[in-house]
């Protein structure tokens, strides 16, 4: 009936949820895992450029991290409010539901939808301007170019 078809669509959203949360924690953190490999490459090669823009990434992903990590703890908070809430009225007191944990925890999950994609397009932006600095260093020095044959000078 209604009820268990109901508490089951509640299962599935926080499975959903966790799995959500989750994900991004992961993905954050393997942006900032692979960002560190790209400029160890890079760095290998030439100077990176535009080292601002990396920066920019690893900050909206520890920010992503953070504040995805914090809404857990504040939506245990709204959680517990709420239901001490809920046994006030059933012994008959009245106190008013405070939403500032509630509100908080969905600001901090609003938060992570934006910063996790701000932070990816600026890893992107910075690997594709790197990638261009390494197409214009191969083109001036022929010998960063593998697929250059270098001429033989006339004594070998």
Known sequence: GYYSYRAELETLRV????????????LASGALGLSV???TALAAIMKPV?????FAAWIAFVLCIVAN????????KAAEVEIQALDDEMR???RESSTFWRTLTIALNRSVVV????????LLFFAALNAQAVR???A?????NPSTEIPKSESE
């Open 92 to 94: 008959g007191e009245t």
């Open 50 to 54: 535009s080292l601002d823009v990396l």
């Open 69 to 76: 990590l914090s809404s857990y703890q504040t939506g245990a």
């Open 15 to 26: 499975r959903q949820v966790a799995s959500f949360d989750s994900s991004i924690v992961n």
């Open 140 to 144: 001036d020095f022929p010998a960063l």
């Open 115 to 122: 910063l996790f994609p701000v932070g990816a397009v600026l």
């Open 136 to 138: 214009h260093e191969q």
């Open 37 to 39: 490999v790209l400029l």
